[in-house]
């Protein structure tokens, strides 16, 4: 049975910072390419980063970009996303997701998802 868990969301101050964990198990991680993705209240589920397989590639909405670094750990099975000068509009549930194959930012590609985490910025 596959599992992805995130961790690590809470409440923080604009400018402020967290770092993003998921978990995976029930899967060969090390072959999946991982993404992150958001939905904000009201909003439809949006693309945030994406990391190939081996990290050789990386992807972000143009949003996050700059501000936001995703990575991931094979030997752990676990993929990260680095969250820096947070902006209010940054709020949303953050869920990781992964795929074999197929578009990094589709998310019709991606196969299996987690719960999600939740991320708060105040201002």
């Known amino acids: 049975q596959v599992q992805l868990v995130e961790s690590g969301g809470g409440l923080v101050q604009a400018g402020g910072s967290l770092k993003l964990s998921c978990a995976a198990s029930?899967?060969?991680?090390?072959?999946?390419?991982m993404g992150w993705f958001r939905q904000a209240p009201g909003k439809e589920r949006e693309f945030a980063a994406a990391?190939?397989?081996?990290?050789?590639?990386?992807y972000y909405a143009d949003s996050v970009k700059g501000r936001f670094t995703i990575s991931r750990d094979n030997a752990k099975n676990t993929l990260y996303l680095q969250m820096n000068s947070l902006k209010p509009e940054d709020t949303a549930v953050y869920y990781c997701?992964?795929?074999?194959?197929?578009?990094?930012?589709?998310?019709?590609?991606?196969?299996?998802w987690g719960q999600g985490t939740q991320v708060t910025v105040s201002s």
């Open positions: 029930g899967l060969p991680f090390s072959r999946y390419d």
């Open positions: 997701a992964g795929k074999f194959g197929g578009s990094a930012t589709r998310i019709s590609d991606y196969e299996y």
């Open positions: 990391i190939s397989w081996m990290g050789g590639s990386t």
